[in-house]
């Protein structure tokens, strides 16, 4: 008999602040039990970039808020069987999506680069320039959650999810018997 | 200033003179606040607004805190915070306008007067806007012109009514050089033509005058109430309640004060009876509601009319004023000892939700047209927290028409469960709208052969609250029982687009939400945004799941009926229409969204970097 094959499994960080990544590794000793069943490809723990196989499960923590990101998550969508939302940025923009706040203007993204970079209080920036190198990626107009720009199998509530929530629902979808969770264990008051 | 010629009149500063007229039309409602939107309208007439120092000074008045009084004006959408027009056009907005070729009509008044809808010119003559049906869905595109009405209207006759107000004609003068001289019903006719295409043995037909009264003042109050509950009649509104049960609720309710309030408010987009009636029958109504009161035990009577029916004021006062001398309204109605009743006019100001019958208690309350909380119902708790029967023009008309030839005459008509005739208001695209008395139990293919409207690939029954069905259901019956309607039968022919329609119907929605619960005020917002998606092809096949949901949850948790109903549009479209639906939904291309549009979404970036994009400008670098 042979050994079933490993799932794989892929993680990108968007537009969040790597909590929900440290998530992942705050399940602590139930990490041997996952790695026993999956291996790491295409991530930012493995510091694999690019898609060599097709991969069963992609993990993606924050939305997209500018052009790499939506690159970013198509290329999962398009190399992974389900794609899973982990946390609110992922979810619903979360916190960057605060500046989605800024639409009575006529020049939302404008205003708030300079609020970021020129004109907010508080701000020493020596060249009173806003950042733009070549190199950057371009802002998008707003933040959008993964949802509006790729479809998604699986949201992971919270911010971050808790490493016991996290790892049952990885859990459960290996087992393919994931349908959602428990009220009590995503409520958060 | 436009009030300049009143100030000069008087001797007094513009501002003093505000003041005075204000003082006097508080006294003539005796600064009751119970009376607030006679008085706020009266205000609106005579200054086309209502300023901050009228509400501070209409509150000192009336004993009412400012911010009150400023939520009545702000909730009504004929009062207003700024100033209109001293000539205020609103041209009816309905789907069936607009299919009838509003957009020229608008064009043709935009450019005569110079302003934009929506605006006010700079002089303070004229405003433009648009407003809800109007209720002259069988004469489209049509404008209320202040009190007066227009119908019919064509580019032509649009441009030649604006230049006509621009030399300074009055609007009545566009009705006739003699207005002054017509009587009220002849100034109506002149105005509306009320198109009864098929008239009936008991509304429609010959009536006889107060014949049902006369019964009604021979019987005892309950022999009235088991006749009416014998008849089988149901009310006209649309919810279809049973009139009989309705007054004997009323007439065992506890309390010495009892009113009956007839509800002309008829703001379904599409229904255009109750204005028929208003014009035609209007002694009859009022016959009804006498019946009614004493039946209940009420003395004072209320006739809600809607404020887009003000043109029939005059003709309503005098039938009211020709009744109280004939001995049909005031102490002792045809001599009968201790039969009291007499009703007074309320005009409403544009606001659908006060045809819901709390709100219209509100309403005539002085309050914003809010919906109550029910139980308790108005029958035993109403107009004043007193016992209240609110029935629909047509339902009181039906009563009193009851009284004279007798119950089983009633029953014997139309088909079990759905008794008598009734009236619909037909209109879209047919060769003969208007008014047909038919008994129920019509099928819409019968229908239609009989309004000429053969070609309809949908129709509309019941208004946007109903239900939009398709070729597929025409054997379906008017009747309560299967389609169900206060009388709006809407006809759509395959030219129309579906989607349209009814993103139409749901900014209908979206505007006329009263705003108490939050699934209505924003839930239907978030429908008319989803069709809209359709509309422009940029739809996931999820988003039908989306609707049904978004729309159950607004059908569960809305306060009154117009949120419970506000979704119909939608649902009906997408059980009878579904292929209008599943044609403009996009299937995703390798589970992307069509509908992101990443060169939209950088685009501002990058203007503001002024360079291009490494990932997405293919030819960059190139
Ligand atoms: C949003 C809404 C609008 C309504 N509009 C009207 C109306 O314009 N005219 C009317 O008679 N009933 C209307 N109704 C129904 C009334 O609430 C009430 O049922 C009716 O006036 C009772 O009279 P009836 O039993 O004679 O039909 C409306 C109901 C709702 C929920
Ligand atoms: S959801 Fe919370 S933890 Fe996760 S990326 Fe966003 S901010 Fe960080
Ligand atoms: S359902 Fe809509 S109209 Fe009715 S009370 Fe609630 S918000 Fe107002």
Request: charged share 25%; net charge negative.
């Amino acid at each position: 008999m042979t050994e079933p094959r490993k799932a794989r499994v892929a993680t990108a960080s968007l537009a969040g602040c790597f909590g929900c990544h440290m998530a992942i590794l705050d399940m602590d000793e139930h990490l041997i039990d996952l790695m026993q069943r999956v291996e790491i490809h295409r991530s930012p723990l493995t510091d694999i970039k690019s898609f060599r196989h097709r991969c069963d499960i992609g993990i993606i923590e924050g939305g997209c808020c500018n052009e790499e990101n939506v690159h970013v998550l198509r290329d999962f969508r398009r190399n992974c069987d389900v794609l899973i939302a982990l946390g609110q940025c992922a979810i619903m923009g979360g916190l960057p999506a605060m500046r989605n706040a800024v639409m009575h203007s006529d020049a939302p993204l404008r205003e708030c680069l300079e609020e970021a970079y020129i004109t907010g209080r508080d701000i020493r920036n020596v060249t009173h320039n806003i950042p733009n190198d070549p190199a950057l990626p371009l802002l998008l107009d707003k933040v959008y959650p993964c949802s509006e720009v790729v479809e998604i199998d699986v949201q992971i509530p919270g911010c971050a999810p808790t490493g016991d929530v996290i790892f049952n629902a990885l859990s459960k979808l290996l087992d393919g018997k994931f349908d959602g969770f428990e009220r009590e264990s995503i409520r958060f008051d | 200033m436009s009030t300049g010629k009143n100030a000069a009149d008087e001797g007094l500063e513009p501002a003093a003179s505000n003041q005075v007229q204000i003082e006097q039309i508080c006294a003539a409602f005796d600064n009751d606040h119970g009376r607030m939107l006679d008085i706020l309208r009266a205000v609106q007439d005579a200054q086309r607004v209502i300023s901050q120092d009228a509400i501070l000074r209409i509150a000192e008045l009336t004993g009412l805190k400012p911010i009150e009084v400023e939520g009545v004006a702000s909730f009504y959408a004929f009062l207003s915070l700024t100033p209109r027009g001293r000539v205020t056009i609103r041209l009816c907005d309905d789907i069936v306008d607009r299919f009838a070729g509003l957009a020229e009509v608008q064009a043709a008044f935009e450019t005569v007067l110079g302003i934009k809808t929506g605006e006010t010119s700079a002089d303070g003559a004229f405003s433009l806007e648009c407003t809800p049906c109007i209720g002259l869905c069988d004469q489209a595109p049509a404008a209320m012109v202040n009190d007066i009405v227009l119908t019919s209207l064509t580019p032509e006759s649009a441009r030649l009514f604006a230049a006509r107000l621009k030399d300074g004609t009055r609007p009545e003068d566009l009705i006739s050089d003699r207005f002054d001289d017509l009587t009220p019903i002849e100034r109506a006719r002149r105005m509306v033509d009320n198109n009864i295409r098929h008239a009936g043995c008991v509304l429609l037909g010959d009536v006889p005058q107060d014949a049902g009264l006369r019964a009604a003042a021979a019987a005892t109050p309950a022999q009235i109430i088991e006749s009416i509950e014998r008849s089988g009649l149901r009310g006209c509104g649309g919810a279809g309640f049973a009139t009989g049960q309705k007054w004997r609720f009323a007439s065992t309710a506890g309390g010495h004060r009892r009113f009956v309030i007839c509800n002309a408010d008829e703001g379904e987009p599409g229904t255009f009876k109750d204005r028929v009636l208003l014009t035609e029958r209007p002694r009859l109504t009022i016959e009804g509601m006498t019946i009614a009161a004493r039946a209940v035990g009420a003395r004072e009577g209320i006739l809600y009319l809607r404020g887009e029916y003000v043109y029939l004021r005059e003709l309503l006062e005098d039938v009211l004023a020709d009744r109280r001398v004939r001995g049909l309204l005031g102490s002792n109605i045809l001599g009968v000892d201790g039969f009291d009743f007499d009703v007074r006019l309320q005009i409403g100001a544009g606001a659908y939700i006060c045809g819901a019958e709390g709100a219209l208690i509100s309403s005539c309350e002085g309050l914003p047209g809010e919906p109550k909380t029910r139980p308790p119902f108005p029958t035993t708790h109403g107009y004043l927290g007193c016992p209240t029967v609110v029935n629909n023009v047509e339902t009181f008309c039906h009563a009193a028409r009851i009284m004279d030839g007798g119950a089983k005459w009633f029953f014997d008509m139309g088909i079990a469960g759905s008794h008598g005739t009734k009236l619909f208001s037909v209109s879209g695209d047919c060769l003969n709208p208007g008014v047909y008395e038919w008994p129920y139990g019509m099928s819409i293919r019968d229908m239609l052969v009989a309004v000429g409207g053969e070609d309809a690939a949908a129709v509309l029954v019941g208004g946007p609250s109903g239900a939009m069905i398709a070729r597929d259901m025409f054997h379906r019956k008017l009747t309560f029982d299967d389609l169900s309607t206060g009388g709006a039968i809407v006809i759509f022919s395959g030219d129309r687009n579906v989607l349209e329609i009814v993103e139409y119907y749901m900014s209908f929605f979206v505007h006329e939400s009263c705003g108490y619960c939050t699934p209505c005020r924003v839930g239907n917002v978030f429908l008319q945004k989803a069709v809209a998606k359709f509309r422009a092809g940029k739809a996931n096949p999820a988003d039908i799941d989306y609707m049904r949901d978004l729309s159950q949850t607004i059908v569960e948790t809305s306060r009154c009926g117009l949120g419970m109903t506000s979704p119909n549009p939608i649902l009906s479209t997408l059980d009878n229409f579904p292929l209008v639906y599943s044609a403009m939904v996009k299937a995703p291309e390798d589970r992307l969204r069509a509908t992101f549009d990443i060169q939209s979404a950088i685009s501002d970036a990058r203007h503001l970097a002024k360079r291009r994009s490494y990932i997405f400008d293919k030819d960059f670098g190139a």
